[in-house]
């Protein structure tokens, strides 16, 4: 009997214990104004992205779905529509596995939209394969997609004032690590293809989002217009499908006890994208609506200026 109260006192200290820490939640206070003001959010048909254009059109602001499947970007509308009352949505066909799509999509965007204020980079993915260009998908997708789109639309960012990018990281960039040689050589931060390396190639494009935010904030300096990421929390969604059925069955039974769900986890996003005051603290690492000491390998300057350069020379912007 004895044993059993221990037993049922230790997993009530684990549950608390986890519930303020791993999975701990937060609320975003920030208040800005969004009606007139447009935003793009790569991936928001699903998952925390959804949950961020909700947000966002709630508030009034134009929200366009940067998505790479039209049938789904149409459903999430609807939702949204629905849940917000909101006629401002719109899908833009964005698939970040080819970086001809992304030179596409910002053509359309610059043609037929007037204003950018805010660029949310929040698609992602934990998968193997390559991209259309043949790099590793993870680091195609995660980072140099966004990268080619982010640096594409600084001009419209910097005309509306006050403009702000916010790229979703993750704190798996603790385990990231980037393999220069690796990239040149082969575009893929990582080799081999079972689950655990393209997990340590997940991390590692993790780490790239950091640096990538590290660098842009030194690149926007006077501009007016400032960058973030973020950590959303540990949040149940769809980035999990791709991964084994022993880790689903592993990872499924935490996840409905202790994981996010994606309104929760969209709260940092929102901070990094309404919260008043910030901008001082513009390259940082936000989770739980706050600003997070990262660790030395995440704001190293030269590895952050070799991504950035090696970056543009992949997509072909390097002059
Ligand atoms: N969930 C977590 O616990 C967690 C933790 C840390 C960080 N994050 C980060 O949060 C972000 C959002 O993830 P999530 O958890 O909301 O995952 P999710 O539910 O799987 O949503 C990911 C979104 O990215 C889109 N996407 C994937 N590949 C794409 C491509 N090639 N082109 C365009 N869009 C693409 C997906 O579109 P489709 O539906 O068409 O595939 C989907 O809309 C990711 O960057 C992820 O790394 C999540
Ligand atoms: C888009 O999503 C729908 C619904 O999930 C799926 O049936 C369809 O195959 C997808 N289309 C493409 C081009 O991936
Ligand atoms: C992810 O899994 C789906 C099936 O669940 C498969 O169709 C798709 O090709 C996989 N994607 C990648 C990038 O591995």
Redesign the pocket.
Known sequence: MIQLLLLAAVLLGGYLLLTQTLFKRSKCKGNAAMAGKTVII????????KATAMHLARRGARVILA???RS?AATAIADIEQATGSTDILYMQ????SLKSVGSFVDRFLKTERRLDLLIN????VADGRTEEGFGIEFG??HLGHFLLTCSLLERLKEAGGGRVVT?????YRWGHIDFEALQTHKHLGTGSYSWQFFQAYCSS?LCNVLFTHHLAKKLQGTGVTCYCV?????R???S?NVSLWQKIFIEPIAHLL?LD?ET?AQTTLHCALQKGIEPLSGRYFSCCAVQEVSAHARDDEAAQKLWELSEKFCGLAA
């Not at 790569?42 to 992205?49: A, K, L, M, R």
């Not at 964005?94 to 596995?97: A, G, I, K, N």
């Not at 979703?168 to 798996?172: F, T, V």
């Open positions: 790569t991936g928001g048909n699903t998952g925390i992205g998505c790479r499947n789904k964005l698939d970040l596995c929040n698609a992602g993915l997708v995660n979703l990281s993750s704190m798996a993790k950590h959303p929390g540990v949040v969604t769809e980035l499908r994981f994606p986890g």
